[in-house]
């Protein structure tokens, strides 16, 4: 079982950046990939990003790929989504995601755990 819990949502002014972090719980968070989703009202929950186990694969979605980084810390049991230029579409509730493979959490059914989400609002 492992257990995610975000944190770095807040208010922003577009042009604005944020770093969201997301700690997992367990021994064996370096064994998971991990990724990014996010649903904004009304709207259905969407991929943004992933990272493999080792951090040397990365994924993005195209409405983010140029002003997001995506990284995580195995020691720290940390992964980390640094978003620049937020623009107000970014307006959302961002969730972790984990899972056993990389190409398994780009899509919500590959996703083995969630967490609880943090909401990110972009101003214009």
């Known amino acids: 079982q492992v257990q995610l819990v975000e944190s770095g949502g807040g208010l922003v002014q577009a042009g604005g950046s944020l770093r969201l972090s997301c700690a997992a719980s367990?021994?064996?968070?370096?064994?998971?990939?991990m990724g990014w989703f996010r649903q904004a009202p009304g709207k259905e929950r969407e991929f943004v990003a992933a990272?493999?186990?080792?951090?040397?694969?990365?994924y993005y979605d195209d409405s983010v790929k140029g002003r997001s980084t995506i990284s995580r810390d195995n020691a720290k049991n940390t992964v980390y989504l640094q978003m620049n230029r937020l623009k107000p579409e970014d307006t959302a509730n961002y969730y972790c995601?984990?899972?056993?493979?990389?190409?398994?959490?780009?899509?919500?059914?590959?996703?083995?755990?969630w967490g609880k989400g943090t909401l990110v609002t972009v101003s214009s």
């Open positions: 990272i493999n186990w080792s951090g040397n694969m990365t």
């Open positions: 995601t984990a899972g056993r493979a990389v190409v398994g959490v780009l899509t919500p059914v590959g996703v083995m755990y």
């Open positions: 367990g021994r064996t968070f370096s064994s998971y990939a």
